[in-house]
Structures are given as C-alpha cells and as structure tokens.
C-alpha cells in the first residue's frame, strides 16, 4: 500500500459519515429537549403514528384495477435494499393493513388491538412483520423519524451508575402529569396541528428514582431534571431497543416473564429487597419494545397464560411485571399465526375476549401470474444463477401452475380455469367485462387460502438448477417434472384428491407452454423482415383497391386485375376474422392508415399487434416447409435446411432470450410436434 493512502484503518475511517454519527448520537438537557419539542412536537408520536408516517414517507401510488381504486404503497417493495424482501401481488390486503394503522395513528380505536396476520404457510406474513421491524430501524435514523429517551446521571446514591430508561420512554414523562394539560398545549399549540399524546406514568424504576430525587430536593422539580441527559433513540432489533420478537418455544419451558422482565437476583443484596425496582431487569420483550414494534412469531401456539398478557397488552396498553403494578407501554403488537391454529381459537370458547381484541388481515397468496412470476425472478435471476441459463417461461410456467393450485374452479360463464388466470391477470377475453372478473372474484370466498407455497416452487426450480440432467440451462419441463415428483411425499397435501388435482393441473400448464413456443418458433422462422414487408404491402395495396372499389395493377403483366382475394383471406383467417367482418376489418385498417396520415406518422405493421400477428403467421405458413422442422427429429438433415435452422435459432437466441442449448432444445421439441402432426396453422 502506498504511503499517501494511509493506513487501512484510515481509509475505513474516511467512510464514516461524522456529522451523523453525532446526529444518531446527540445528547443534551432536559431543556433542550423541550426547545425540540417545541419547534418539532411530532417527535413525541405515538408508536402507531410513528409507523404510519414512516409507510406513508416512501410514497404510494394510485391505480384502477376492475373498477376500483387501489394504493401500491412503495413502502413494502422494500426498494432501499434492492427489494431483497418485497412483497408482490398483495396490494389489497397491505391497504387493509395500513387501514388499521391510520386509524390507529388517529386514534379511532385499533390502537387497542393485536394486529394478527392470518394466512397459509409461505403467504409473506413474516416478510411482511420483517419489513415493519427492518423499516421502523432505518426510519428512526431520519431526520423525520427522529425520537429521543433519556437516562439518570448516576449521583453514587440513588443512581450508581448510568441508568438508561430501561423502556425507551419519552423524556416528555418525567413531567407530573397533573402538569402536563398546561406545558403540553404551549409546547404545541393547536395552529401547529397536532397534539401531543398522553403518554401514561413512568416505570416503576424512574417512578422510585423521581421520588426518591424529589424528596432530596424537597419538591423542587428543576434540581431533579439536573439528572436527566436526554438522548436520541434509534432502534435496533439486534440491540433489543424499541424492536421486539417472541416465538414460542416448548410449552413446558415458557415462562411469561420473558415478555414483562423478571427479578435480578445479583442486585437483591445491593438493594436490600426484591420489591425494590432498581433490582428489577425490564429487558422482557414488552419491555424493550417500547416506543417501537413487537412481533409475536406464531402467535396462536403461544400458552394460554401468555395470551392473557396480551389483553391488557392491546386494551389497555398495560403490562403487569412481577411484584410491581401494572405499566404503562405504547407499542405495535403484531402477530401472525396460519390457519389451523386460528380455528383453534375460533373454537375456543375462553379466549372470547383475545378474538375480540384482534383485528385480522387475511395474507392470502397470490392470484395473479404476472405478480407471482416476479416472486421466482427476484429468487433465480443472471445475477444469483452463475453458470446455468433459465430459458424463457420457465418461471412463467411454475409460476402459473402455482396460481392454477390457488384458484376455485368457475361456478359459471362457462370458462376454464386457464382462462380464468388470463382474466385475472389482465388479458381480454371475449364477451367478458371488468364487472364479470368482481363477480369472479366475489363468488371465489377461499381463492388464494389454499394451494401450493411459492416455497414448493422455489425449491423446485432450485433442485433443477442443480440436476445434472443438463449442463447449461433449464427448461420448463425440467421444471414441471420437478413439481410434479415432489407431490408425492409433500406433507401439506392432505388427500389424493387434491395430489390428483395438482397433477391434472401441471398437464395444463404443459400443454399451455407448447401453445407458447411453437407461437414463438413460428414468430422466429417468420421474423423475415423484408419478406413480412413486402407481404404487409401487398395486402395492402389489395384492400386500398377493395374498399375504395378499384383494380390493381399487376406487376408482372401490367394489367389491372381485380384485388387478390385470396391473399387477403388467408391473411385474415389467421386472426380469425369472419367472412362476415372482412369489410369491417379491412375498413378499420384503411382508416387506421389514414389517421396516422394525418398525424404526419407512417404506417409500419409492427404498429398495429393484430395485423403483424396475421402476417407473421402467414409468412410462417408459406416458409414452414422450406425449413422442414420434422427433419429435426430425423438423423439426417441436409445442409440448406441446417442454415435454415441455425437462423432460426440465432433468432430465438436474439430475440425471445434463449441461449445456444435451450434453443435447440425448443426447436426439438417443437419439431416433434410437427412429426407427430397436431401442429396449428
């Protein structure tokens, strides 16, 4: 390393950010914290309003989906770390869940109420109470999100040492509260717009320490707040500040003063009793997730005496530790629990009062491809995926066999399941409107309850990624023969009903997928461009003469003849035009022509997706024998047809995203196709 460098240590210490170091680290007096207060009084929000801002402080946007008006907030695509936790397709629901935070930031009710996320395994419940943790953290080192706490000076007396609010609280609580009407409107007057929040008593450790403190100073309150250093609160999961997690562990070891503290036998014999508070640790999840979240991790198969703990927990923001009176919190309790143990408690007539305090937001999984598609390309992309190519739709194709598992069959409009997918995920079908895919919807109670974990998927393409069936890429059938080889030993299929019903699933995504690419092989050996030009022209010189009742002059002859009929149709037939709507078509295209005349732009096909699709698939029609793609499948193929083929499949590889080995073998696989003759035009 060269000397003008420095040291290694220097040059990592040339990255630290100093002046936010000392943000993050700011400490000053009582009265200077009160000075903040008053130019910023939104630093003392409630842990509701706290979560709430920092949802709505990534943005949101708007959008009409069937009629109706839904928010995608940007928060939950977790943009800031590269979306490695973002959640798709579950917009609805993540509203409903905001819902219950602005209400409760508001204060209209649901701020006494244990959020529960209910859902099938692998549905993002857990992604979604990660999030909230992993956001509040970051929120709480912004400007915007800045909150404070404070600690006692030690005075070798009462304090003897350093004593940090041992719940995060608000220095705005060392305030008597018989007081605090009074200071609190002057700190923020109603023209500031918002009110500062009753924030209960102290715990019971600065309560005994206020006291004690008061009586020394015989009342006087300015000598006791000589004592307190206030200091900035940043949250940390890891540190265990204003972050709580609890999972339920053995029934027999479950002790509930994991969550309210419990006594610290050591400092017994500095403090001469256990009552006292100072002897006291209230480090229990409740505790340290003052101010902030706590996350109750399956919550449901908690003991019943933890559940109890809950009640007063959401109702009356209290907790009761051993020995000391019950305590004032202000916290988010969020859990999330799968869908039989919440009909446990359905059923479970003595835990009326827990039901009654929750509010439930169903996680379902997803129901739309396009969504569910992007769950397998965040997890198996170019950049994860090193020396394996994934050839194209072949997350398409889990992806829609994953969503086919999720749907309920259509109770009428005699539609398949496939279709209904197609409907779900924006495709236009015939005579079927935005109001028949809400009444598909309505009718659907358990769509997305029930199915196949995006987890089953994933661990599935991964098995393919790792089989040695090939050396380069995979494909979708690798894939599907996955998927279907795990159903046999899944445990979350309870019957051969449904293992039967997965299975007839998967032989419709297959026959979907030869649909896809022998479109895509005949769009390759169609892509001629020249050759589609000057069909596309010649079709339409002949409907110019057709529609405006003229001959058209052959070029060969120099006669004038009448428009090629024939041609036109075999053009339009491929898009299924009727004989019938001929002249309505072929007049939509001569006025399609005209506007853009009139807007200066020329006409190119490509511009127009029904026409280039008639045209491509025309053209495919007159070059499919030239290139004889059933001699694919023979062992001898002659060196014009070879040429053929390699610009085929140059194309594929150009064009649809395939590499060298995943082209050859579509081109196989559409070729046998071809050799067994239930090919379509």
Same mark, same amino acid.
């Given at each position: 390393?060269?000397? /003008? ?8 210490? $040339? ?61 939950? +695509? ?14 609805? !629901? ?23 996320? %209910?859902? !099938? ?32 000076? *030690? ?10 609010? *041992?719940?995060?609280?608000? !220095? ?60 900035? @609160? ?21 002790? $509930? ?23 006291? /640790? ?34 009356? %923001? ?8 019950? &305590? ?5 309790? @969020?859990?999330?629990?799968?869908? *039989? ?21 169903? =996680?379902?999984?997803? #129901?739309?491809? $396009? ?41 009428? %409009? ?18 079927? &409107? ?18 196949i974990s995006p987890r089953y998927v994933q661990d599935k393409i991964s098995n393919a990624l790792v089989s040695d069936k090939s050396e380069s890429s995979i494909n979708p059938f690798m894939v599907i023969n996955e998927l279907e080889a ?19 699933? @998967? ?39 057709? #529609? ?8 060969? &002859? ?43 732009? !020329? ?15 025309? @053209? ?13 499948? +023979? $062992? ?16 594929? =590889? ?28």
């Amino acid at each position: 390393m060269s000397e /003008n460098k420095g040291t290694w240590t220097d040059r990592i210490a $040339s990255l630290q950010d100093k002046k936010e170091y000392q943000e993050l680290n700011w400490e000053g007096s009582f009265e200077e914290y009160l000075e903040l207060v008053r130019k910023n009084p939104r630093i003392t929000r409630t842990a509701y309003q706290r979560v709430y801002d920092m949802i709505l402080s990534h943005g949101k946007t708007e959008y009409i989906d069937n009629k109706k008006r839904l928010i995608r907030y940007h928060f939950f +695509s977790d943009e800031r770390n590269g979306g490695s936790d973002a959640v798709f397709g579950l917009d609805v !629901p993540l509203m409903k869940l905001v819902n219950v935070f602005k209400s409760a930031a508001l204060g209209y009710g649901t701020e006494k109420r244990v959020i529960l996320l %209910h859902g !099938p395994v692998g549905s993002s419940k857990s992604t979604i109470a990660r999030l909230l943790k992993r956001g509040l953290e970051e929120y709480s080192r912004l400007p915007d999100g800045a909150c404070y706490t404070y600690y006692w000076e *030690p005075d070798g007396v009462v304090v003897k040492d350093r004593m940090r609010s *041992p719940m995060n609280e608000d !220095p705005l609580k060392l305030i008597p509260r018989d007081w605090r009407a009074k200071i609190f409107a002057e700190l923020s007057p109603p023209e500031k717009g918002f009110t500062i929040p009753d924030m209960g008593e102290l715990n019971p450790a600065c309560r005994f320490i206020f006291r004690d403190f008061m009586q020394r100073y015989d009342g006087d309150f300015g000598k006791v707040m000589k004592h307190i250093r206030v200091q900035r @609160l940043i949250f940390s999961e890891k540190d265990r500040v204003g972050i709580g997690t609890f999972q339920p562990k053995d029934e027999k070891n479950q002790d $509930s003063t994991e969550l309210t503290g419990d006594i610290n036998y050591r400092k017994i014999a500095e403090y001469g009793s256990d009552s006292d508070p100072r002897a006291f /640790n209230f480090d229990g999840e409740f505790n340290i997730a003052n101010r902030g979240i706590i996350e109750f991790v399956e919550m449901l198969k908690l003991d019943v005496a933890f559940l109890y703990d809950l009640l007063g927990a959401s109702q009356e %923001h209290k907790i009761k530790p051993k020995k000391f009176p019950q &305590t004032d919190i202000d916290e988010v309790i @969020l859990g999330h629990t799968n869908e *039989p143990e919440y009909k446990k408690l359905e059923n479970n007539e003595f835990m009326e009062a827990l039901r009654d305090r929750t509010v439930k937001i169903d =996680i379902p999984y997803i #129901t739309k491809l $396009s969504e569910e598609q992007k769950i397998y390309e965040k997890e198996f992309n170019s950049r994860r995926i090193r020396g394996k190519h994934i050839a194209p739709h072949t997350t398409e194709m889990a992806a829609m066999w994953a969503v086919l598992t999720r749907l309920e069959d259509p109770k009428k %409009h005699n539609l398949t399941l496939l279709q209904k997918l197609k409907l779900y995920n924006g495709k236009t079908l015939p005579n079927f &409107t935005e109001d028949n895919i809400k009444e598909l919807r309505k009718e659907s109670v358990r769509e997305g309850l029930e199915g196949i974990s995006p987890r089953y998927v994933q661990d599935k393409i991964s098995n393919a990624l790792v089989s040695d069936k090939s050396e380069s890429s995979i494909n979708p059938f690798m894939v599907i023969n996955e998927l279907e080889a795990g159903l046999k030993g899944h445990s979350l299929i309870s019957s051969e009903e449904a293992r039967k019903r997965y299975r007839e699933l @998967l032989t419709v995504v297959k026959q979907e997928y030869e649909d896809i690419v022998k479109n895509e092989v005949q769009r390759a050996i169609s892509a001629d461009e020249d050759a589609i030009g000057k069909l596309c022209g010649n079709y339409i010189d002949n409907v110019k003469a057709y #529609t405006q009742k003229e001959k058209i002059k052959n070029k060969y &002859t120099g006669l004038y003849e009448e428009p090629d009929e024939r041609l036109m149709r075999s053009i339009e037939e491929k898009i299924d035009i009727p004989d019938s709507r001929k002249d309505d078509f072929r007049r939509e295209i001569m006025n399609y022509i005209g506007a853009l005349a009139i807007d200066g732009k !020329p006409f190119n096909y490509r511009t127009n997706e029904r026409l280039q699709k008639a045209l491509e698939l025309k @053209l495919f029609e007159d070059q499919k024998d030239s290139i004889k793609l059933k001699t694919l499948v +023979s $062992s001898v193929v002659d060196r014009e047809t070879q040429e053929k083929i390699d610009v085929v499949k140059s194309r594929l =590889i150009k064009n649809f995203g395939y590499d060298e080995e995943s082209a050859t073998d579509v081109l196989n696989f559409v070729a046998s196709i071809f050799a067994r003759g239930d090919a379509k035009d």
